[in-house]
């Protein structure tokens, strides 16, 4: 497997990284769902295909599966990317130590506040970033940045810069991409009060407003807009990390072509997508693996 920098940040990732979140329609998340040692076994497959890049987040449940993983591998081999959903200094502090905590580690490569919809969302939550920098001087976590769910909040990171790295949601078919059109799901989580009171609904109620990745197609307006920011985010050399690649599964019956067309973006350094078993990252890695060299802009 192909590694490829992650913006200027000195991280070198696998072409393909492996995500722990996958939603299921219920809420739940999938990979929590795996026994500890199922889900360990899976990230040690991919490790030994090549990935090095796992993406987890405070929020998935996934730190007893990646714990029982990490005893296998040697630490600075995994670059580690996590997310908090904090919204200032004192909810970071606490959940990241949580995290070093829970996974039994002392630092890890990326920290990224979770999710941000929108710019002003961002502004409020901006004490939650500023105490990531302050945890990136402390030598806590390598990089810092966002996970982006809407378009404005995406064009921060051209504005910020201690800002190192963003995940950015991306398809072919433009489903489930960062909009500025948010839907009742969005527009209720991105006011900080009021997403505390939408995660504190049964799952039953939150997996009717959520929005469905196949009902969320952006307009190609807005898809192109995605595009050129992205492109422009990556000229000031930041890292960009593609995730959503089969729309959470809608276009599993499409997955080559998912596959090929993000990897074909010169923007977008590494991509993770979530593989829930052995034959999926085989499929993916052999579809990076056969299109490397192809590629421009990607160190070989
Ligand atoms: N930053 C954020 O806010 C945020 C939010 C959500 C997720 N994430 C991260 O991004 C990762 C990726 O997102 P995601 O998992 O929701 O969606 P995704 O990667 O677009 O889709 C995952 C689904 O694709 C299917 N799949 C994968 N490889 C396949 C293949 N070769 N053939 C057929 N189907 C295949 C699997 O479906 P089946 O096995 O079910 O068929 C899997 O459940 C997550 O795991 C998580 O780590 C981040």
Redesign the pocket.
Known sequence: MRRVKLGKTGIEVSRLGI?????LPSGHC??ALMDKNELAELLLYSFDCGINLW???FQ?NTYPHIKEALKQVSRKDVVLAT?LTTANEKETIRDFNITLKDLNIDYVDVC?L??VRSKIEFQKRLGAFNAMVELKEEGKTRTVGL?S?GLSALKCVLEIPEIDVV?ARI?YAGLNMDTDSLGIYDQLASIYWLKKCVKLLPKRVLSLIRPKADSQLIPDDERKEVENTLQNIHSQSKGIVG???????VL?ND?KKA?KHVNTLPFVDSF??????KK?ID??CKIVNTMSGKLEGVEK
Do not use: P
């Open positions: 995500g722990t979140g996958t939603g999938a990979q993406d987890t987040a998935y997310k990224l979770h999710g996970s769910h995940w398809n995730m959503k690649v089969l729309a959470e599964g599993r997955a596959v993770i997508i979530g593989m829930l078993n999926e499929e993916n």
